[in-house]
């Protein structure tokens, strides 16, 4: 019970930190230098530049449809950490907003220096969703949308939201010029990269190999817990000669903390092995 706390504790607390982290660079770089972000976070952009509304309160409010979605299509068990990361970045941008509001947070404002702020919206934007992303959670949003649709249509999560981000950020130009647009996407390009780094590397996934003397009850939990296919081959070990089963699957980048926590939840003694992987193309991932 207390080893099931501690890991609990060890993936919520790094979520609410990055949430926190991408909340600060919405308030401190985004909304001072209209800027714009993508997702659902810049719909709610897009509304305090229309109507002067609240990023807190915007965020919250478009999410919560998502949420009851989420949880009936693709169950509780996977929306966990999505909520709790979108409800962080909800309560951390109303903390950061009192904060403006009392002076205790000057935001960055410039009106020549774009490119600074650009820049640095990029990196705490994706440091913060890179730390969330790292532990398995997500800030609601446009990732709800991709996930039923991915599940649904078989598309590509990173092809969905790419379209949404498009989407959103294109009807900006409707309220903030076009240079601020061009900004935004060197703001989006270095965030990209760095979430990336942060999610331990560049590839575009990671290949599992794992030795198991459960190989149904592992296969079962990959395909449950994250709606992974597997191959099972029969293995012999070299020096017990022991017969076990080789488990072997692909995920996402954003996949790999929780694929070795589901695998030691069906077998504690399993070895795990993790490959790089170049490119990935079939089911899941990119198209023939």
């Not at 950490?81 to 205790?104: D, H, K, N, Q």
């Not at 990029?122 to 649709?149: M, P, Y």
């Not at 060197?186 to 990209?192: G, L, P, T």
């Not at 790999?256 to 003694?269: E, Q």
Request: hydrophobic share 55%.
């Amino acid at each position: 019970m207390v080893q099931r706390w501690a890991r609990i504790t060890g993936t919520v607390v790094p979520i609410v930190c990055g949430a926190a982290v991408y909340a600060f660079g919405l308030h401190y770089f985004i909304l001072p230098n209209q800027l714009m972000e993508g997702g659902v976070t810049g719909i709610a952009v897009l509304f305090n530049y229309a109507f002067g509304w609240r990023l807190s309160v915007s965020t919250l409010l478009l999410n919560i449809p998502l949420f009851v979605l989420g949880t009936y299509v693709l169950g509780w068990r996977q929306m966990v950490y999505t909520i709790i990361g979108a409800l962080s970045l909800s309560g951390s941008l109303a903390l950061i907003e009192w904060m403006v509001e009392a002076g205790w947070l000057s935001p960055f404002v410039t009106s020549t220096d774009y490119m600074l702020a650009s820049l640095y919206a990029g990196v705490t934007i994706g440091l913060g969703l890179g730390i969330v992303f790292r532990f398995g959670g997500t800030t609601g949003g446009a990732d709800i949308i991709a996930r039923i649709v991915s599940a649904k249509l078989g598309w590509s999560m990173g092809q969905i939201i790419l379209l949404l981000d498009v989407m959103i950020i294109g009807l900006s130009l409707l309220y903030i010029p076009k240079e601020k647009v061009l900004y935004t996407l060197v703001a989006v390009f270095i965030a990209s990269k760095l979430i990336d780094f942060i999610q331990e590397g560049a590839y575009a996934a990671r290949a599992f190999s794992v030795i198991t003397a459960k190989g149904d009850a592992v296969a079962a939990a990959v395909a449950s817990g994250l709606e992974r296919g597997v191959t099972l081959m029969p293995a012999v070990g070299g020096f017990s000669g022991q017969s076990r089963m080789m488990v072997y699957c692909v995920v996402a980048r954003h996949e790999i903390r929780k694929m070795k926590r589901v695998i030691r939840d069906a077998d504690p003694a399993a070895f795990i092995v993790v490959h790089d992987v170049q490119d990935v193309v079939g089911e899941g991932f990119r198209p023939h």
